[in-house]
T-cell receptor
Framework: KAGVTQTPRYLIKTRGQQVTLSCSPISGHRSVSWYQQTPGQGLQFLFEYFSETQRNKGNFPGRFSGRQFSNSRSEMNVSTLELGDSALYLC???????????FGSGTRLTVV | KNEVEQSPQNLTAQEGEFITINCSYSVGISALHWLQQHPGGGIVSLFMLSSGKKKHGRLIATINIQEKHSSLHITASHPRDSAVYICAVINSAAGNKLTFGGGTRVLVKP
């Protein structure tokens, strides 16, 4: 079966712009979670969605938001981009967490 | 203090050597993942453990729930094992979100 698909793979944006990243989970998985990975902070949890509802949220500013659609696909949005938002953004799907997580290949965002 | 601590941060081994990576955590967990990340970024889940020991090929993962400690062993290491290995716990006190260790960068030389 198809894995977790993230689009786009690479993105370059300028400061102040906004960006939307997409994650399509494994078919049947209803939970999608998002993570930010930077060299300095490592992997950090952003938020998790289950059945279109945000179930958990990490310690990120309100500029970071997300949503989940009825088909379980999820998007995350970052508004007013800052240089420090440059990172690899990963999503993972699960059904549910006790069955383990499957990660996507990530979107590498560069803010210039 | 981080909730999930890994050691060592970096490890260099000669091909064929036995490698051990350790993970200690301070929170209640429902399970623990060992993840592998190659250059390029994609993450693969190697194991999910809630007790005991699991083996897959040359990889062995163990967990001691009472001691809040897990280890990942690579037997007969090979250059293709070179990657970053990350311990991640499913934090039952925080809505089952994943909390990550800092990772161990492994380089296996031929």
């Amino acid at each position: 079966k198809a894995g977790v698909t993230q689009t786009p793979r690479y993105l370059i944006k300028t400061r102040g712009q906004q960006v939307t990243l997409s994650c399509s989970p494994i078919s049947g998985h209803r939970s999608v979670s998002w993570y930010q990975q930077t060299p300095g902070q490592g992997l950090q949890f952003l938020f998790e969605y289950f059945s279109e509802t945000q179930r958990n949220k990490g310690n990120f500013p309100g500029r970071f938001s997300g949503r989940q659609f009825s088909n379980s696909r999820s998007e995350m949005n970052v508004s007013t981009l800052e240089l420090g938002d440059s990172a690899l953004y990963l999503c993972a799907s699960s059904f549910p967490a006790s069955y383990g997580y499957t990660f996507g290949s990530g979107t590498r965002l560069t803010v210039v | 203090k981080n909730e999930v601590e890994q050691s060592p941060q970096n490890l260099t081994a000669q091909e064929g050597e036995f490698i051990t990576i350790n993970c200690s955590y301070s929170v209640g967990i429902s399970a623990l993942h060992w993840l592998q990340q190659h250059p390029g970024g994609g993450i693969v889940s190697l194991f999910m453990l809630s007790s005991g020991k699991k083996k897959h090929g040359r990889l062995i993962a163990t967990i001691n729930i009472q001691e809040k400690h897990s280890s990942l062993h690579i037997t007969a290491s090979h250059p293709r094992d070179s990657a970053v290995y990350i311990c991640a716990v499913i934090n039952s006190a925080a809505g089952n979100k994943l909390t990550f260790g800092g990772g161990t960068r492994v380089l296996v030389k031929p």
